[in-house]
């Protein structure tokens, strides 16, 4: 999923959902295919073994999608996690849904 304009607002977590990592991409498939195999071994999401995606929504202009992450970033931990249960209740992982 490679937007032309566009972009991702996404969150990743851990296995036990204790650290949580928001970021922004053009390209989702290939920025958390590199989350789950640890292409940056000395990154944020490396280091607290973030590779479970939990969160994604779509803008279709990148400078939106960095603005909510912004946002986003600046929300409380509470916040957060309601974000992700209202649309993820279980929190499963979706990357599975965003190759098909």
């Given amino acids: 999923m490679v937007f032309k304009r ?4 996404y969150i990743v977590t851990n ?3 204790t650290v949580l ?3 922004v991409s053009s390209d989702i498939v290939g920025r958390i295919w590199e ?4 292409v940056y071994p000395k990154s944020f999401t490396a280091r607290y073994n ?3 995606l939990v969160y994604y929504y779509f803008y279709p202009h990148i400078e939106e999608a960095i603005a909510a992450e912004k946002s986003l970033k600046d929300r409380s931990r509470t ?3 309601n974000l992700i249960s209202e649309l993820n209740p279980g929190w499963t992982d979706l990357y599975d849904s965003i190759t098909e």
């Fill in 21 to 23: 990592y928001i970021g």
């Fill in 50 to 52: 973030c590779d479970k």
């Fill in 6 to 9: 566009g972009g991702c607002v």
């Fill in 79 to 81: 916040y957060k996690n």
């Fill in 35 to 38: 989350h789950k195999n640890k």
């Fill in 15 to 17: 296995k036990m959902h």
